[in-house]
Structure formats: C-alpha cells, structure tokens
C-alpha cells in the first residue's frame, strides 16, 4: 500500500483539531456543587425529615379521623417534596473531602486484604 489515504473530515487540515466550541455534545455539562452548597443542601433535607417525623408523631397522637386525615395529607405532601426536590440528590452528593477519605480508607482496606492473602500462602 503506497498510497496516503486520509479517514478524517472532508475538508480538515491534517493535524488541526476541532476546538470544543465546534465539537456538539449529547451529554451536558455536569454542574460542581461546593461544598457549602452540598451541606445546605443536606441542611434543608433533614428540616424535611424532621417535620415528616413529626407528622409521624402528630398521627400517632391524633384522635378524630378527621384529623388523621388531614395530617395524613399533610405528610404525603411533603415526603413527595423530599423525594423530588433538587436536594435530594445534592445532599447524597459526596463532598471532596469525603470524596478523599473514601479513596484513603478504600485504599488502606485493600492493602490490608492484599496483606491477609499474601500471609496466608
């Protein structure tokens, strides 16, 4: 095979690449969360968690059927807020510093795995 051949871009400069300006993506941009916002975020979901705990005690404590009713109503509302809203998934979010101790104890885990095996032969 004596020929150059060219598989690129019809009309593409050998050896120029496209800028990212150019280049259409699919997937969008994923957005970095502080660590503030992260904690806010978590803040405001275990004020959730909190006030459906106590509509959960209100319920054990009402008498009328009526009034179970309403705080039955009540709860479902805000346990649908606590599962859809956008800090659900924010406050499940890992921020960087327990992002690094994870990699450390994962890493301290293994070795000591790999230490238990080699020490078994």
């Known amino acids: ?9 019809p009309g593409m400069k050998w050896g120029h690449r496209k800028t990212n300006n150019k280049i ?9 969360y502080t660590k503030a916002e992260i ?3 978590r803040k ?4 959730r968690a909190a006030r459906l705990n106590d509509y959960g005690t209100a319920y054990k404590r ?3 059927e009526k009034g179970r009713k309403v705080l039955l109503d009540s709860a479902s509302k805000l346990e649908k807020e606590y599962l859809t809203s956008k800090d659900y998934k924010l406050s499940n979010k890992a921020t960087r510093g327990e992002k690094i101790a994870i990699g450390l104890l ?4 293994v070795g000591l795995i ?4 080699l020490t078994r032969r």
């Open 114 to 117: 790999a230490a238990e095996i």
């Open 24 to 32: 259409s993506s699919t997937k969008p941009i994923k957005k970095k």
């Open 1 to 9: 095979m004596s020929e150059l051949t060219h598989f690129g871009v």
């Open 44 to 47: 405001r979901q275990n004020d």
């Open 106 to 109: 994962g890493t301290a885990t």
């Open 62 to 64: 009402e008498q009328t």
């Open 39 to 41: 904690m806010a975020a």
